[in-house]
């Protein structure tokens, strides 16, 4: 079993502000983890992810996100918010091992950013 | 780089009709998934596909729902009879077994 827990349904910064979007995970198995963007009215799209090596892994637009096994965390950060951040992010996770793969989203962050 | 396709982006249906969703995942990847977002909800499984069957199923997923991969590119997501519930959007995602996994831009399910 597998599920993601993403702390604070809303963030809000201010442009130039460091962000930090809050994701833990409980999986039975070692974990693939994710990060997606959602802009609205938009699909999903994948912003890094986790599969194995590296614990600190770069994305585009400038986030990283560190597996941190110890802490069952993946959280997402930025060092500057832009204003073209504001959107949606999901975390999510799926085993790496089972042969299910199936991906279990949380509940989303929705980031806002202030001029 | 290679993307999963949603057609159409919007439909809009009455209630009690049937809708077909269809998707054309990556070419090479093995497991495919349709998952639905109900307006300012959480993302949500339905259905996984591998090997031309379904390899699991959520709650969600019952007998109205179906799953075809009729020609081996496309995917599709039949809804026999909607419900004003079933209004969503629905995303089709394809996973090549080792890597991250690829989402559609969806379709927007309306139901009238």
């Known amino acids: 079993a597998q599920s993601v827990t993403q702390l604070g349904s809303h963030v809000s910064v201010s442009e130039g502000a460091l962000v930090l979007l809050r994701c833990n995970y409980s999986?039975?198995?070692?974990?693939?983890l994710f990060w997606y963007v959602q802009y609205p009215n938009q699909g999903l799209q994948l912003l890094l992810k986790?599969?194995?090596?590296?614990?600190l892994v770069k994305g585009i637009n400038g986030f990283e996100a560190e597996f941190k096994k110890s802490e069952t965390s993946f959280h997402l950060t930025k060092p500057s918010a832009h204003m073209s951040d504001a959107a949606e992010y999901f975390c999510?996770?799926?085993?790496?091992?089972?042969?299910?793969?199936?991906?279990?989203f949380g509940r989303g962050t929705s980031l806002i950013v202030h001029p | 780089e290679p993307e999963v396709t949603q057609t159409p982006s919007h439909q809009v249906t009455q209630m009690g009709q049937e809708v077909i969703l269809r998707c054309v995942p990556i070419?090479?990847?093995?497991?495919f998934y349709w998952y639905r977002q109900i307006l300012g909800q959480k993302v949500e499984f339905l259905v996984s596909?591998?090997?031309?069957?379904?390899?699991?199923k959520s709650e969600i997923f019952d007998d109205q729902f179906s799953v075809e991969r009729p020609d081996g590119s496309n995917f599709t997501l039949k809804i026999r009879s909607t419900k004003l519930e079933d209004s969503a959007m629905y995303f089709c995602?394809?996973?090549?077994?080792?890597?991250?996994?690829?989402f559609g831009s969806g379709t927007r399910l309306t139901v009238v």
């Open positions: 999510a996770v799926s085993p790496a091992a089972g042969g299910s793969y199936i991906p279990t």
């Open positions: 999986s039975s198995v070692p974990p693939y």
């Open positions: 986790y599969t194995t090596g590296a614990t």
């Open positions: 070419s090479n990847h093995l497991y």
């Open positions: 596909f591998y090997n031309n069957e379904i390899s699991e």
């Open positions: 995602a394809s996973f090549p077994g080792g890597s991250g996994y690829t």
